[in-house]
């Protein structure tokens, strides 16, 4: 028999820990959520991992502890918790109660105290103990082979296990010798003194030799290095009470039997009340069927009708009798560009969903079947997430017409900060319903199965319930955006999109692979050189990709000044080579090193690897729901982050080529498009005189920041007042703009305010748009897009200051993205009007790329030019540069 598990939960660690982690999120009546969200995410993740018996979330109690008695200063220095946050402590609470899950708090301790005493007791009673924090101070608990820690590392979801051999071969201490290093070295955290001068390397190097802190001083004499010895013997007091205060204590009196922690069954009804008033949709997707009460007809007793040996004609005759359908195919797996096609629903009216499964129907009977079905615009369809239905039908050579309505994308527009558009979050949502998510269906991770691994019946059974889902969500969503005054944003722009977007992903881009590999040899060639000039430079060979080791070298050994240190040692990211510039040549070799690495591993070999073998095409993923302010996004891979200020990421841009010799590549570039939305929100004279004056924005702006005539402008003022532009659009500080010119904050300031000087409209918009936000709870788009900003309302000064920029921001980014899809509509639409063999093929920002036959060259350039500038009109001028060339690096 196994040991059993307890797992002990740091709860305020790990609250902490997910409210920071994730965005401000709060429920329509303005309860803040975001913390219990990712906590009760973690959770789940960790139940899934780990088999548990029994369970507590550890929490402090409010008020002094004992360690506050022996030193006043304790944790002095800690802000106080945000209001948002300490808002969500109740909740979390009465969520862990509905889930029958044991809380502990005492008067008098922290939560590590609880953990230490109840992984003793564990111990003591032959369990496994789990620990879980964000605090590495419980590494000090691991004193036997059966204590685990699980600290949490990135975001929310991953942990990183320590065992007892860990620590000791990572550190090279044991991990009860932890208390005596934070004896040593102190904690700013916790305010704990510590002894000054002594951080963890040195105190790591005299654990190893002395073995603890009485033994140190038991032979004061025999320590190396005169200032650590002179520190040690003036702060003797300091390193005991330091001590003292770093150790988690295993004796705090808890009254309570290890029987009620073990696991027991939630009260599911309670739970259930709970997620939904918190609008936790997802999660109420863990709650299995069979415990979720639901009001209407539950989803999985949908009846549908299998279709077998293409007996199509119930179908055809609800076809011909009725003017819109729901279609929804199945594929094997998740890669619909290049997975098999395994069957398809269809849905007429309120009918009972079909099922055709291609194993028992022939699918070419059925494309000649269905073909004219889908190609009628008089027929309408509607769908969830269509653009994967409609590549589907591209692979058929079925060309849809008469779209009608995606739920997805009708609960996008309504609500941009969802992180899941899913049927079932829909159901939950307007129906109080439910179906299985995919997860649900096929598992996860190595054990996940496909589409195929399904029976028949479970596919056919599925995607009826989607269908009928969808048809019921339906009618909510299309109310809610006639009421919220966005159906033009929906049906001419957004809706309409989701085929031109298909459609990108279909023809994808041609890549030379040979360039790219050309260009991998140059860039590998220039980093084995660039290697050796770093070794040369250090005097020894050492892992460049190792912070650690790169830390050491630039500091220990070059003594280069230390800008920024982390908990592991020295910090050398980009923000801290960037202010070393300049004080040894090493500096401007490493930062060339790892853009080229970068280059070679993320673009090149990565590009390399999702080129389709047989069209030596990529077909990037183009996403409509992922970003709040309305812009496309692109993944596998992301087209838009293919680097463009260095003349080596631009060079990658050569790889991508026209399908043909035939065809050229035309560019349309938006010029300046998000200052020229400010101006037409703010209406400020001398933003909009310079657009109608065509005059370069920038020169004017040094001109009116610095007082001078616009010829007495210099490279530099330019850039400087360049950053000031864009920077106003997104809301930049002062010290924002320090840090990115590189300049000190009082001059920062100055630019900032000489701008608002000058374009009094704008600051006046700025200020007003804010209050709007703030009156409203949200701001919006020339097309009505919405964004909700809570954040407005908040009482922490920095939340508060996040939501006064995306305030700021939104109206004028999310502007810009309007105007560029409707462009994206209108080219879309004219190509296929004219019966032209160019096609759209990429967005990137205010970027569009039409893949163009050389014979409809001119036309296209005059048709491009003209849409674009006209997509929306403004009160000052859309410009758009349009470029020809053979690649993608020769539109530039």
Avoid at 193 to 211: A, D, V
Avoid at 386 to 402: A, E
Avoid at 586 to 611: A, C, F, P, S
Avoid at 715 to 724: C, D, G, Q
């Amino acid at each position: 028999m196994s040991e059993e598990k307890l797992m002990v939960i740091d709860g305020n660690s790990l609250l902490h820990r997910a409210f920071y982690a994730l965005p401000l999120l709060s429920t329509k009546d303005g309860i803040y959520t975001n913390g219990v969200y990712g906590f009760l995410t973690m959770l789940h993740k960790i139940q899934e991992d780990y088999d548990i018996d029994y369970i507590c979330v550890a929490f402090d109690k409010k008020g002094p502890t004992f360690r506050h008695e022996a030193f006043e200063q304790y944790k002095a220095n800690r802000d106080s918790t945000p209001n948002e946050l300490a808002l969500q402590f109740s909740i979390l609470k009465e969520i862990l109660n509905a889930m029958n899950i044991r809380q502990i708090e005492l008067e008098g301790y922290e939560a590590d105290d609880i953990a230490g005493t109840l992984s003793r007791i564990g111990e003591e009673n032959g369990m496994e103990v789990i620990l879980v924090t964000g605090d590495k101070d419980y590494l000090q608990l691991l004193s036997s082979d059966n204590i685990k820690v699980l600290i949490t590392k990135k975001g929310i979801t991953e942990l990183e296990e320590y065992s007892r051999d860990k620590i000791i071969e990572e550190y090279g201490i044991t991990p009860e010798q932890f208390i005596d290093l934070k004896g040593l070295m102190g904690d700013k955290s916790d305010n704990i003194p510590g002894i000054p001068g002594i951080g963890e390397k040195t105190g790591i190097k005299l654990l190893k030799q002395f073995g603890s802190i009485e033994n140190i001083y038991d032979n004061i004499d025999e320590v190396g290095g005169k200032k650590t010895k002179e520190a040690l013997i003036e702060h003797k007091n300091i390193a005991f009470l330091s001590k003292k205060l770093g150790e988690i204590i295993k004796n705090v009196p808890i009254q309570i039997s290890m029987e009620e922690l073990k696991i027991k069954e939630p009260d599911w009804n309670k739970l259930v009340e709970l997620y939904k008033k918190f609008e936790f949709n997802s999660l109420l997707s863990k709650i299995p069927d069979s415990k979720l009460k639901i009001q209407e007809e539950s989803s999985h007793k949908v009846k549908y009708k299998l279709i077998k040996d293409n007996k199509f004609r119930d179908i055809i005759d609800e076809l011909d009798s009725n003017e819109e359908f729901g279609f929804k195919f199945v594929f094997e797996h998740e890669n619909y560009m290049k997975s098999s096609m395994l069957g398809i629903g269809i849905k007429i009216a309120d009918n009972s969903p079909y099922y055709i499964d291609f194993s028992e129907n022939n699918i070419d009977v059925f494309i000649t079947t269905f073909k004219k079905y889908f190609e009628s615009k008089d027929i309408k369809k509607y769908g969830h997430m269509m653009k994967v239905d409609i590549i589907g039908l591209l692979r058929m050579d079925i060309h849809i017409k008469g779209i009608e309505f995606d739920t997805m994308i009708g609960e996008y527009i309504l609500d941009p900060a969802q992180s899941n558009y899913s049927v079932n979050q829909l159901a939950m949502k307007y129906l109080n319903s439910s179906c299985k998510e995919e997860e649900q269906l096929l598992g996860k991770g190595k054990h996940k199965k496909t589409y195929g691994d399904l029976s028949v019946e479970t596919r056919a059974k599925y995607v009826s319930t989607i269908l009928d889902l969808v048809y019921r969500v339906k009618k909510p969503i299309r109310e809610k955006i006639k009421e919220l005054k966005m159906d033009c944003l929906y049906y001419e722009v957004e809706l309409p999109l989701v085929e031109v977007l298909a459609d990108m992903e279909y023809n994808g881009f041609k890549v030379d692979l040979e360039v790219l590999k050309q260009l991998g040899d140059e860039f590998e060639s220039q980093i084995n050189n660039l290697t050796n000039e770093i070794y040369e430079l250090a005097g020894q060979e050492f892992n460049i990709n190792s912070p650690k080791q790169l830390g050491e070298v630039l500091f220990d050994k070059l003594k280069l000044p230390v800008i920024k240190r982390t908990k592991t040692g020295y910090s050398t990211d980009a923000e801290v080579l960037d202010k070393l510039r300049g004080q040894h040549e090493i500096i401007e070799k490493i930062l060339k090193y790892r853009q080229l690495v970068k280059l070679k591993t993320t673009y090149i070999d990565g590009l390399i690897n999702l080129v389709d073998e047989k069209t030596h095409k990529i077909h990037s993923s183009f996403n409509q729901t992922v970003t709040n302010t309305g812009r496309i996004s692109s993944t596998e891979p992301n087209l838009q982050n293919i680097p463009i200020k260095t003349e080596e990421g631009r060079k990658i841009r050569k790889a991508f080529v026209p399908k043909s010799k035939d065809y050229v590549l035309v560019d349309g570039d938006y010029s300046q498009i998000e200052l020229r939305v400010l101006a037409h929100l703010s209406k400020d004279p001398k933003l909009m005189e310079a657009f109608f004056r065509d005059e370069d924005i920038h020169t004017k702006t040094a001109s009116e920041i610095f007082g001078i005539p616009k010829d007495e402008v210099t490279p530099a003022m330019r850039n400087k007042a360049k950053a000031v532009n864009f920077g106003i659009i997104y809301g930049i500080s002062d010290y924002g703009l320090s840090r990115d010119l590189n300049i000190p904050r009082k001059e920062a300031k100055e630019y900032i305010d000489n701008y608002l000087e000058n374009y009094k409209m704008v600051k006046k918009y700025m200020e007003d748009i804010i209050e709007i936000g703030r009156k409203k709870g949200y701001v919006e788009t020339i097309l009505n897009r919405r964004r909700y900003v809570p954040e407005l309302k908040s009482k922490n000064f920095n939340v508060r200051s996040f939501g006064e920029r995306i305030a700021m921001n939104t109206p004028i980014q999310g502007s810009a993205a309007d105007i560029i899809k409707v462009a994206m509509v209108k080219i879309y639409k004219e190509l296929k009007d004219r019966n032209l063999r160019s096609k759209l093929i990429l967005q990137v920002h205010d970027e569009l790329i039409i893949e163009t036959h050389k014979n409809e060259l001119e036309e296209v350039k005059q048709l491009m030019k003209n849409i674009m500038e006209n997509a929306i009109k403004l009160d000052v001028p859309l410009k758009v540069e349009i470029k020809v060339g053979d690649n993608w690096y020769e539109t530039q």
